[in-house]
């Protein structure tokens, strides 16, 4: 239990900023693990409603920030932030400037991810690895780079600002390379965010996340896990926000120097950071490849990744918003190392068909056979959280977005856990319901039985 006596905190309830399934697993552990009045989100879901949380009625965006400190200060409220825009629109410093308590990082720190120039320049200035790059703000100059490449050679286009993780185009040819320069710069799918691009070398190998958690001079290493981009079976199609996660991922914990490579990069960002002027307190995520036995940066996330967090929390052992206000505080190096739980949790996400593309909603989801995140017959070993979802005028569940939930199994085996997941899975359906069934195969590999 959070000790309020010992916390000099003085805050008894909790507000997430966000309405994905990242931010429903958020509030459900942190009720369950901290002694706390009430958790708010703004805005919420259909499930954040029916684990009987409150959405409340301001909607995310830079016009309510200061309504949304103020609501935070009124109901005592510490505040975690899940998505991105917020972070990158200076959410954090609106609420700073009026004294209210808040999780993440400063508009600044967050252009690790709201800008993939600034990140991938500062990865250079601080000798992070990361796989080799170019920035272009004329298509016709990125065209000229790629014919420039010999025909082996591989790349992956990115438009610099937000894109929601899709704005990364992994390209198999010189043909796939102008197309992506055209869909970002030209046809503008991205908006702004594809005013410049990144040309990065393609790596190949095995992707990992590594997310921890920092107060601005330290940090504190979340459980290893791996997530799943791409939108079909095998890592094909386009890339989405997540089709599913699994933790640990054994590929990083089953190798002690990897592990102390990818701890000092994080660590390495921080102190970087910290030197020109930017102090970093949130969570702070690595999208790697492992190539070679060497850990390269992909990309930096400034939040927990969704769906990363949904297989990260089940797992997690500690009180959870104690870690957070000692982050807020800058002395999470008075606390121990997080416990993690030793078994496997593995998460499917179920989404709209043609996601990441257009998808119809108001779908009615049938088979949730229970109104609460825990599903009852799996002895509190199986959820499903949240994202896509709201209530119809009859009161039922039907799909509000592109990935519509979270379905999550914990086991004391990758096998086991997949079995569990999938099994909880096929009791759920919605007209034109769409998911990888390969979701924490690859762990398979890595020896877990």
């Known amino acids: 239990m959070w000790d309020m006596n010992n916390s000099n905190k003085g805050n008894s309830s909790v507000l997430i900023i966000g309405s994905g399934a990242r931010e429903h697993a958020l509030g459900f552990f942190i009720a369950k693990g901290a002694n706390i009045d009430k958790v708010f989100f703004a805005n919420g879901n259909a499930g954040t409603l029916l684990d009987g949380f409150e959405n409340i009625g301001l909607e995310v965006n830079k016009n309510n920030y200061a309504k949304l400190a103020e609501f935070a200060l009124e109901h005592k409220c510490v505040t975690i932030v899940g998505p991105e825009e917020p972070l990158a629109n200076g959410i954090v410093d609106v609420f700073n400037s009026k004294g209210a308590r808040i999780l993440g990082p400063t508009k600044d720190a967050a252009m690790l991810e709201s800008s993939k120039v600034y990140a991938k320049e500062f990865m250079y ?188 929390l089940p797992r997690l052992e500690s009180n959870l918003l104690d870690y957070v206000n000692h982050a807020i505080d800058g002395t999470l190096d008075q606390l121990e190392p997080l416990q993690w739980s030793e078994k496997c949790a593995l998460c499917v996400v179920l989404a709209s068909k043609g996601y990441p593309l257009r998808y119809e909603k108001g779908k009615v989801i049938t088979g949730l056979k229970s109104n609460r995140s825990r599903v009852d017959n799996y002895h509190n070993d199986a959820f499903v959280f949240h994202a896509g979802t709201a209530l119809n005028e009859q009161g039922q569940i039907v799909t509000n977005g592109g990935r519509v939930l979270s379905v999550v199994a914990l086991a004391y085996s990758m096998r086991d856990a997949i079995d569990k997941a999938y099994r909880l899975v096929n009791t759920i359906s919605w007209d034109g319901m769409h998911y990888r069934k390969d979701i924490g195969l690859k762990a398979l590999r890595y020896r877990y039985q």
């Open 125 to 312: 200035r601080h000798e992070i690895p990361t796989p080799h790059f170019k920035v272009f703000d004329d298509p016709n100059k990125a065209k000229d780079y790629i014919s420039s490449l010999k025909d082996d050679e591989r790349v992956v286009v990115k438009a610099d600002g937000l894109a929601y993780g899709k704005g990364a185009i992994v390209c198999n040819s010189k043909e796939d390379a102008y197309n992506a320069i055209d869909r970002i710069m030209v046809a503008r799918e991205f908006g702004s965010a594809g005013d410049r691009v990144v040309i990065e070398e393609r790596l190949y190998g095995d992707e990992a996340s590594f997310i921890c958690l920092c107060d601005g001079k330290s940090i504190m290493p979340l459980a290893t896990s791996q997530d799943h981009k791409r939108a079909y079976d095998n890592d094909e199609g386009p890339n989405t926000g997540g089709m599913g996660a699994y933790s640990p991922n054994m590929l990083i914990d089953g190798d002690d120097r990897l592990y102390k490579q990818i701890n000092g990069i994080m660590e390495k960002t921080i102190y970087g950071l910290r030197s020109e002027g930017v102090e970093f307190k949130g969570f702070l995520y690595a999208g790697l490849m492992i190539s070679n036995g060497k850990a390269y940066v992909l990309e930096f996330n400034v939040r927990l990744g969704d769906p990363e967090c949904q297989v990260i």
